[in-house]
């Protein structure tokens, strides 16, 4: 941790929380020699090259740890059963998501305790509206992703293996004494995809949740149902990204697959966890009124009324720099057909000082929680509910 830069979008929280010693740095930093980490099925398999690259990886301070869902194909080869593509892998390869590989009879991570970006942010910077607004969350992630979307805002740390991306020594104990230190209320697994660190996750928000911290997990949804349920039970709030709604969209943009991110969705309605839902609004794309539509009513039937919903405004990034931001009127006309379909918590994201970033309550429409960007305004919730009228309002307050 002696290397430490702020990000620059954190400065301003970080220096007003006198926390302006802590690592921050999103960005990667090439290693020499670093050998690129290939996607299962996507190159010629040589043994040899691939033991030189284990090599490699441990001559750099990456050896892998045992990692959990796996299973061993009659063929002998190594099937990770944590995500739905199943990456079926040969000795020393590696699969999609560059952060596990398979060890000939066994399966590792090797990003276990290794995160390339750590930041203190504001809550409603994920964005986690109903729950502890105002407060902090120490936010960690390691390099590489389950998908390959091609608008990331954060694609300089997922689109490359943990060899390519500077690393801290940050293991859960330390995870959750930082967070205790710097008056953090939450731990967010967040900027790549968690699930591609899914151990370390799991045993850091085991120590959080012992030390009395929040966990909040960021994630696209693409998990499978086992390790998923045992994740649980450990999560405050998972927030999804539901990219779009047709698979057309997933897999041509998004290189994944929707229904196991609606899977997942189902899956957390039933769970204790809060329950927020993001999609990006990308003009041309996934931005068709008809489809919105029926995205909306499948929400309110599978997730429910009281769900968070943002939909938040996409700026040209990455691979997407030909596209145009996402006109206020099409956020505003979405935020209508979504209210329309009964959902009763839907905000817009990326649009400051938009009356759409307050919530309002559902009974007789006052605002009670004011917002501008990631700043708290007026509250008016008492004992979790309206201040005016008494109704209630989901979420954890105070």
């Not at 997933?250 to 229904?259: A, D, F, P, Q």
Request: with cysteine; net charge positive.
């Amino acid at each position: 941790m002696n290397r430490r830069r702020f990000l620059t979008d954190a400065c301003a929280v970080a220096a007003a929380a006198g926390l302006c010693g802590l690592l921050l740095d999103r960005r990667p930093a090439t290693r020499s020699g670093a050998l690129p980490a290939p996607a299962a099925g996507r190159h010629r398999y040589d043994r040899r090259e691939a033991e030189a690259g284990l090599r490699s990886l441990e001559a750099q301070g990456l050896t892998p740890r045992e990692a959990m869902y796996w299973e061993k194909t009659a063929a002998g080869r190594i099937r990770c059963t944590l995500c739905p593509r199943f990456c079926t892998l040969l000795p020393f390869e590696r699969g999609f998501c560059r952060a596990r590989i398979s060890l000939e009879n066994r399966l590792g991570t090797l990003v276990y305790g290794r995160p390339c970006s750590v930041a203190i942010d504001p809550i409603e910077k994920k964005p986690v509206f109903h729950f502890l607004p105002g407060s902090t969350a120490f936010s960690i992630a390691t390099a590489g992703c389950l998908f390959g979307c091609r608008y990331c805002q954060n694609w300089q740390i997922s689109q490359i293996g943990p060899e390519e991306a500077e690393r801290y020594d940050l293991p859960p104990e330390r995870v959750v004494a930082e967070a205790q230190a710097r008056g953090c209320q939450s731990i967010a697994y967040t900027y790549t995809e968690p699930t591609i660190f899914y151990e370390y996750l799991l045993d850091t928000a085991k120590r959080a949740h012992a030390a009395g911290i929040a966990n909040i997990m960021i994630s696209c949804g693409f998990i499978n149902p086992e390790p998923l349920r045992e994740l649980l039970p450990w999560l405050d709030v998972m927030k999804v990204d539901l990219k779009g709604f047709t698979e057309r969209f997933y897999r041509t943009v998004c290189g994944g697959s929707l229904e196991p991110v609606l899977a997942t969705i189902r899956q957390l309605a039933s769970s204790r966890a809060l329950v927020d839902i993001v999609t990006l609004v990308v003009p041309t794309l996934n931005d068709d009124g008809e489809t919105c539509g029926r995205m909306f009513r499948w929400l309110f039937d599978n997730a429910g009324p009281d769900i968070s919903l943002f939909l938040s405004r996409f700026m040209p990034t990455y691979r997407l720099r030909n596209l145009p931001p996402t006109p206020l009127e099409s956020l505003e006309k979405l935020r209508r057909l979504a209210l329309a379909a009964g959902l009763r918590y839907v905000y817009l994201g990326n649009i400051p000082g938009h009356e759409g970033e307050s919530t309002y309550c559902p009974g007789c429409g006052k605002r009670v929680v004011e917002r501008f960007g990631f700043t708290i305004g007026e509250r008016a919730i008492r004992d979790g509910k309206c201040a005016a009228c008494g109704h209630p309002i989901p979420g954890r307050w105070e």
